[in-house]
């Protein structure tokens, strides 16, 4: 299984509404990923997990919650979004910083999230 | 800091021609370098990478790019452009940041491709 794959693929909700976007890989990856990505715009990385431990936050505001629960999942909860939240979310995962020459980065195909 | 720069919004090439995404790159040391594709509300795919040896890449879907130290340079190339190439494409140079390997990415081109 060399994929990412990410649920729900497209996702509308209130500005009051809780709901939550998944994260799946079976690669024996160690490092998963969150980015935001606007259109025609490159990825922008909102958070990195390494070892299921945060490691990078890029000082993303508090209505998005990250959750790694394992070495094959991560969740993005997300709690009283704005209009401006609306995206393409993308998750990707590789090996750390080992020093390896092919750590394997693999995004999946991402939730585009409608905030009304 | 690394950082690859695309000086080009938009690339538009008839079909059957050759096609090419430029590229320059600015690192500390030995760049490792990628080309992703974007179709359409998809994810990012890998197309190719420079890591060490040849200048000449060759990755998916009858890409290849080219690897200049002298010019900083890493263009994407094809040699007969198809219609379903037409995407956006990003330049990328990897960069280490709290223990994870982190692709900085280009501002993206679009590349239309037209029959």
């Known amino acids: 299984d060399t994929e990412v794959t990410q649920t729900p693929k497209h996702l509308v909700m209130g500005m009051t509404n809780k709901k939550s976007l998944k994260c799946e890989q079976h690669?024996?990856?160690?490092?998963m990923y969150w980015y935001k990505q606007k259109a025609k715009k490159p990825p922008e990385l909102m958070f990195v997990?390494?070892?299921?431990?945060?490691?990078i936050n890029e000082s993303v505001p508090s209505r998005f919650s990250p959750e790694c629960p394992n070495s094959s999942l991560l969740n993005l909860h997300l709690h009283a979004l704005q209009p401006e939240d609306s995206a393409l979310y993308l998750c990707?995962?590789?090996?750390?910083?080992?020093?390896?020459?092919?750590?394997?980065?693999?995004f999946g195909s991402g939730t585009r999230l409608t905030v009304v | 800091a690394q950082s690859v720069a695309q000086p080009e919004d938009q690339v538009k090439v008839a079909e059957g021609n050759p096609l090419t995404v430029k590229c320059t790159y600015s690192?500390?040391?030995?760049?490792?370098l990628f080309w992703y594709v974007q179709y359409p509300n998809r994810g990012l795919q890998f197309l190719l990478k420079y890591i060490t040896g040849d200048n000449l890449v060759k990755g998916s879907y009858g890409f290849e790019a080219e690897f200049n130290k002298s010019q900083t340079s890493f263009h994407l190339k094809k040699p007969s452009a198809l219609v379903s190439d037409s995407a956006l494409y990003f330049c990328?140079?990897?960069?280490?940041?709290?223990?994870?390997?982190?692709?900085?990415f280009g501002r993206g081109t679009s590349l239309i491709v037209h029959p």
């Open positions: 690192v500390s040391g030995n760049p490792y």
């Open positions: 690669m024996g990856h160690r490092a």
């Open positions: 997990y390494s070892y299921e431990k945060l490691s």
């Open positions: 990328a140079v990897r960069t280490e940041s709290g223990g994870s390997y982190i692709p900085t």
């Open positions: 990707a995962s590789s090996q750390p910083a080992t020093g390896a020459v092919n750590y394997g980065y693999t």
